[in-house]
Every structure is written in structure tokens, then in C-alpha cells.
Nanobody, 123 residues
Framework: QVQLVESGGGLVQAGGSLRLSCAAS????????MGWFRQAPGKEREFVAC????????RYADSVKGRFTISRDNAKNMVYLQMNSLKPEDTAVYYC????????????????WGQGTQVTVSS
């Protein structure tokens, strides 16, 4: 069992930066692929980024590539999403998720989810 708690969301102007954090409980955290997803009002949840348990592999949605960076610290059971050059279209609730399998973009492949943190980017 893994429990996930996101933090770091807030209101920021376009062009600004935010760093989201996800604290995970569970002794097997380091064996999980971790992902970030987001959901804007009236839209489906979409993939943002993911990172393998070994930190070797990362994947990004085209919409955030070059602006967002996912990282993890297995010793601290933490996952991070550094978001730079934010745009109003990045406004959404951001969710951290854990997957016992291999790296994947698909939300239904993830086994555990946090409650989400709101990110609002003003123009």
C-alpha cells in the first residue's frame, strides 16, 4: 500500500514557476514508477510526466516538454515536478500517482493516487 500527498500548488502569473512535491508512504516506494497527471475543469485527466523507479527513464507530455522536470528522491520517498514558464493552459488540479509496473503514460495503469493540488496560472 502506498499513500500519496501532494503539495506546492498555488496561484502564479504566466511565465512563473512552481515546484510540486509528492510525499509517499510505504517501504517499497523505490520500486514504483511515479507519475504526475492533471485535470482541468471539464476535461479528462491527462498525463504530464513520469519517472522510473531507477530514475533512469523519464517521459513528458509534449505540452510540457522543455518546461517541466520530474525528479524523485527515493531516500526521502519524494517525487517532484518543477514547472517553469507556466501558461494559463497549465491551470489544473495536479495529481501524483504510483504504478507497480513499468513506465507508462496511461492513467489506468497507476495503482495509487493522491488527492491533488490546485495550480492556477493567471494571464
Amino acid at each position: 500500500q502506498v499513500q500519496l500527498v501532494e503539495s506546492g500548488g498555488g496561484l502564479v502569473q504566466a511565465g512563473g514557476s512552481l515546484r510540486l512535491s509528492c510525499a509517499a508512504s510505504g517501504r517499497t516506494f523505490s520500486s514504483y514508477t511515479m507519475g504526475w497527471f492533471r485535470q482541468a475543469p471539464g476535461k479528462e485527466r491527462e498525463f504530464v510526466a513520469c519517472i522510473s523507479w531507477s530514475v533512469i527513464s523519464t517521459r513528458y507530455a509534449d505540452s510540457v516538454k522543455g518546461r517541466f522536470t520530474i525528479s524523485r528522491d527515493n531516500a526521502k520517498n519524494m517525487v517532484y515536478l518543477q514547472m517553469n514558464s507556466l501558461k494559463p493552459e497549465d491551470t489544473a488540479v495536479y495529481y501524483c500517482a504510483a504504478n507497480r509496473g513499468s513506465i507508462t503514460y496511461t492513467a489506468t495503469d497507476y495503482d495509487y493516487w493522491g488527492q491533488g493540488t490546485q495550480v492556477t496560472v493567471s494571464s
